[in-house]
C-alpha cells in the first residue's frame, strides 16, 4: 500500500497486476465490510487492471490499510494536511 501522488496516468509496475485509486470513503468502505472487485467497480470505483481478474473476489485490506482507515477517523484534519503539503511539493 502507498500513498502517492502523480502528475500523468497511473499504471501497474511490472509485478503488479493491478491498483486501487482509494479516496477516504473508498478506505473506510473496504475497511468496514466484505466488497467484492465488482461490486467495488458498480460503486464507481477506480481500478487499473493490467490482466482480467476474477471480479468476485473479496478486496481484503491488509493491516496498513485498516491503520490508515482509523488514523482517518482519528486524524482527519492531519491527513489533509499531509495531502495538501505533498500537492505543494
Known amino acids: 500500500m ?3 501522488l502523480a502528475d500523468k496516468e497511473p499504471c501497474p509496475s511490472s509485478e503488479s497486476q493491478g ?3 482509494l479516496s477516504p470513503k473508498d478506505i473506510e468502505l ?3 465490510r466484505q466488497i ?3 461490486e467495488f467497480l458498480n460503486l ?5 487492471i493490467k490482466e482480467n481478474f476474477n471480479q468476485d473476489l473479496v478486496l481484503e485490506p491488509f493491516p496498513q490499510l485498516l491503520f490508515l482507515s482509523n488514523l482517518l477517523k482519528q486524524e482527519p484534519e492531519h491527513i489533509e ?3 495538501e503539503r505533498s500537492k505543494q511539493e
Open 30 to 32: 473496504i475497511c468496514s
Open 81 to 83: 494536511q499531509f495531502i
Open 44 to 48: 464507481n470505483g477506480l481500478v487499473k
Open 19 to 21: 491498483l486501487l485509486l
Open 2 to 4: 502507498y500513498i502517492s
Open 36 to 38: 467484492t472487485l465488482n
